[in-house]
């Protein structure tokens, strides 16, 4: 823990946590709940196996995930298209303030649309894949401020490199194993 002053706090995640930081918040995990082989992990998510709800741990954020109730979910929390939508599109935001901010550029809001959907690959010209369904993501952003038509366009430009975005459109290799 981070400052040391340790609280106990109520299980979660299959007793994954043992206490956490009155002051900072910072949790620190019960390793005997971890299951072999874990060494570490940025998000833990659980959840029973007759409901499509999910608990997540980010770090020291908790947060649910659902389906909507006309796909059989509660709605308790956003669908994880919803999550990976939101993922894209804060990432989006603060990689065109952070670049705004250090060119000192009059930014003053940045509002990113999202919205996913599937398509037949025969029905998008610029895509490589022609046979079957694909994902899109449709992107709109806005940045409000007395920017000129150059700053924005280069914002646009940057917009494109968010790390989110860069992930998505590279070739992704997810390893899965049974622990």
């Given at each position: 823990?981070?400052?040391?002053?340790?609280?106990?706090?109520?299980?979660?995640?299959?007793?994954?946590?043992?206490?956490?930081?009155?002051?900072?918040?910072?949790?620190?995990?019960?390793?005997?709940?971890?299951?072999?082989?874990?060494?570490?992990?940025?998000?833990?998510?659980?959840?029973?196996?007759?409901?499509?709800?999910?608990?997540?741990?980010?770090?020291?954020?908790r947060l649910k995930s659902d389906e909507p109730d006309y796909v059989?979910?509660?709605?308790?929390?956003?669908?994880?298209?919803?999550?990976?939508?939101?993922?894209?599109?804060?990432?989006?935001?603060?990689?065109?303030?952070?670049?705004?901010?250090?060119?000192?550029?009059?930014?003053?809001?940045?509002?990113?649309?999202?919205?996913?959907?599937?398509?037949?690959?025969?029905?998008?010209?610029?895509?490589?894949?022609?046979?079957?369904?694909?994902?899109?993501?449709?992107?709109?952003?806005?940045?409000?401020?007395?920017?000129?038509?150059?700053?924005?366009s280069r914002l646009l430009e940057i917009a494109n490199k968010c790390?989110?975005?860069?992930?998505?459109?590279?070739?992704?290799?997810?390893?899965?194993?049974?622990?």
């Amino acid at each position: 823990m981070a400052c040391g002053r340790s609280v106990p706090v109520q299980a979660l995640g299959f007793g994954l946590w043992r206490g956490a930081c009155s002051s900072c918040g910072d949790r620190e995990v019960n390793m005997s709940a971890v299951p072999e082989g874990i060494t570490s992990a940025d998000v833990i998510v659980w959840g029973e196996g007759g409901t499509f709800a999910q608990q997540i741990a980010a770090g020291r954020h908790r947060l649910k995930s659902d389906e909507p109730d006309y796909v059989g979910g509660t709605d308790t929390g956003p669908s994880p298209y919803d999550f990976l939508l939101a993922a894209l599109g804060s990432c989006t935001s603060m990689t065109v303030g952070m670049y705004a901010r250090k060119k000192n550029w009059p930014l003053e809001r940045v509002t990113v649309w999202l919205r996913h959907s599937k398509i037949y690959a025969a029905d998008c010209s610029e895509c490589e894949t022609r046979n079957g369904m694909l994902d899109r993501i449709e992107r709109d952003v806005r940045f409000e401020g007395p920017l000129s038509t150059e700053q924005r366009s280069r914002l646009l430009e940057i917009a494109n490199k968010c790390p989110v975005h860069r992930t998505l459109t590279s070739e992704i290799n997810i390893r899965t194993r049974i622990i």
